[in-house]
């Protein structure tokens, strides 16, 4: 793993080993951030299943000004700092906050926060043939407090496995559908 572009382009990121961890394929990320072009341009970014920072730092090395990073997993903070230190990027432009996402939400806007980006490429759920989705990138899409989180303008971009059908509920808009392999990575506007 590494960072494909920006001020860090090329640093190679540690990840834990074993299961407990997919991060998201450089060819995915390229994909993904080639389409957003210069968005990220002085950007607030929440970062959602943070994991070790594949995603956030590359949002970071690409020119977001602000990041919230949530990560439930200690463990995966420890990377998720470690690359943050290795990689040369602000670190004073991060918060990294270890916690459960849908708990930090609530508190998020109560403390009046809103980010021009909210990125997320949580673990996959299971296939879902004949049934509604029980994924974590279903229950993101369910949030109704997620999409009070957006600035004016801002974009969702949420991670999924092709074999997770999911419904997008009536305050999410999709603007653009990437697939790369088993990933899909649908990008959303809420048009409230």
């Known amino acids: 793993m590494r960072i494909i572009g920006g001020l860090a382009a090329g640093r190679l990121l540690k990840v834990p080993e074993g299961l407990g961890v997919r991060p998201t394929p450089d060819k995915v990320k390229l994909a993904v951030f080639n389409s957003l072009g210069t968005f990220?341009?002085?950007?607030?970014?929440?970062?959602?299943?943070?994991?070790?920072?594949?995603?956030?730092?590359?949002?970071?090395?690409?020119?977001?000004?602000?990041?919230?990073?949530i990560e439930l997993s200690e463990k995966h903070s420890r990377f998720y700092r470690q690359n943050l230190v290795s990689t040369g990027l602000p670190t004073a432009s991060v918060l990294l906050r270890v916690q459960d996402v849908f708990t930090a939400f609530p508190q998020l806007k109560s403390a009046g926060r809103f980010f021009d980006l909210i990125i997320a490429d949580p673990p996959y759920g299971e296939k879902n043939v004949g049934r509604r989705s029980v994924s974590l990138a279903q229950k993101l899409l369910d949030d109704e407090v997620l999409p009070q989180l957006l600035a004016l303008g801002g974009l969702f971009i949420v991670g999924h496995t092709k074999r997770d059908t999911l419904e997008l509920p009536a305050f999410w808009?999709?603007?653009?559908?990437?697939k790369h392999g088993d990933t899909v990575m649908r990008f959303l506007i809420s048009p409230a």
Do not use: W
């Open 40 to 69: 990220l341009d002085g950007a607030r970014v929440l970062d959602l299943f943070a994991g070790s920072g594949a995603l956030g730092l590359e949002c970071l090395s690409r020119g977001a000004r602000e990041m919230v990073s």
């Open 173 to 178: 808009k999709e603007r653009k559908e990437l």
